[in-house]
């Protein structure tokens, strides 16, 4: 896809062959991950949650069935990993240190959706049955890269909010960090849902109990109609 940020982009290890994933449902996982100089003060907080998701997520029953990708953002863009099956990651590919550069939040956030939509567009044409969705950034929410992006992401999410194919098969979680201030007004200018917005000092395992879009419906449920959309 065209990369529509300022900042430079990066790609690290590339999306797992769709053709060769071996069950008929799938979870995505997308990790887009704040690393500029003002997150500096968290890094221990933010390890820690991720590597928690991780965990809680690498022992559900569904964790051969689960493949994740990480994004990484400060001045630029940077995808660490493609969707790569849960079980080829570790904890070590979670530990978060600040690079002391800006934030290109929205930019990361809309390739975070991008990438998520488009791995899963490639599941379904490869024959995959059923795919869920869940996207998770965790930021400070001071933008000061790609301002022009937040309404390509508000735009997005409009979209998918009217597509019954995809709107109760992903769930949003914002993790906000520092001044409310800030990422109040991220999540309103991408157009969050204010439910999917949680702060400081949240786990991990909360995390898990209010992403019920994602893993705790049944799959049958999460495709019929008049279903909650949560983002």
Known sequence: MENTFGGGFTFGTPNFDPMGVGSDSVYLMSFVVDISGSIRPYEQYMTEMLQGIFEEYAKSSHADEMFAQKID?????????????????????????????????????????????????????????????????????????S????????????????????????????????SSGDFEAARQKMGLNPSSLKTFGVTAKEIKVDSKNFISQSISKSKSKGNAVTF
């Open 73 to 145: 953002f400060s001045t630029d863009v940077n995808v660490k990993n493609g969707f790569q099956p849960l079980s080829a990651l570790t904890t070590n590919d979670f530990v978060i240190q600040s690079d002391g550069g800006y934030t290109a939040l929205y930019a990361a956030s809309l390739k975070g959706f991008e990438n998520i939509l488009d791995y899963r567009t490639q599941l379904i044409n490869s024959g995959i049955g059923r795919v869920k969705m869940m996207v998770i950034i965790i930021t400070d929410g001071d933008d000061n890269v």
């Open 147 to 178: 301002q022009q992006d937040a309404n390509k992401v508000k735009q997005l999410l409009e979209n998918l909010r009217v597509d019954e194919s995809v709107n109760n098969c992903m769930d949003i979680v914002m993790i906000g960090l520092g």
